[in-house]
């Protein structure tokens, strides 16, 4: 049995391409996220485009990526096939509260770019130590003691 995956909004978009003479619009670049302990971690597609060419913003929660392929060919080359996609590729990524923004690490390697995230150290569980009451039940008994002498 063979598993095909079907993305109308991808066939959508080429069609729309072919129609429009081939013009360029601004893209989105294929990515994998998951966890690993207390970090998150973002791998984003970017083959052929220089390191350079990649603007990497962190505002609040919210990190935005751009990059730039340019085209192999140079002035005068004859153009045979282009199936390439060039120009703008751009990917907005919403950090949730649990994750640390200030403490995010990038990588370029390969033509993937790497994103690392920590969890913050509020979200992180934290063991809480279990008091001894002196034989009380619980933790509203003094309250209730006092209600009681105070009835």
Not at 59 to 83: K, Q, W
Request: hydrophobic letters at 35%; glycine letters at 12%.
């Amino acid at each position: 049995m063979t598993l095909m995956r079907f993305d109308p909004f991808r066939e959508l978009d080429r069609l729309s391409e072919q129609v429009m003479g081939g013009s360029r619009a601004l893209r989105t670049m294929p990515m994998e996220a998951f966890r690993r302990g207390d970090e998150f971690f973002v791998a984003l597609d970017l083959p052929g485009v220089d390191p350079a060419d990649v603007d990497l913003t962190v505002e609040r929660n919210v990190v935005s990526i751009r990059a730039t392929r340019r085209p192999a060919r140079g002035e005068g080359d004859e153009l045979i096939v282009d199936e390439r996609p060039t120009g703008e590729f751009s990917r907005q990524l919403f950090l949730g509260d649990n994750l640390d923004p200030s403490r995010l690490e990038a990588g370029f390697e390969r033509g993937v770019l790497t994103l690392r995230v920590p969890v913050s150290e509020a979200s992180k569980p934290r063991r809480v130590e279990i008091g001894s009451g002196g034989g009380r039940q619980g933790i509203g008994t003094e309250a209730t003691e006092r209600e009681g002498a105070n009835a």
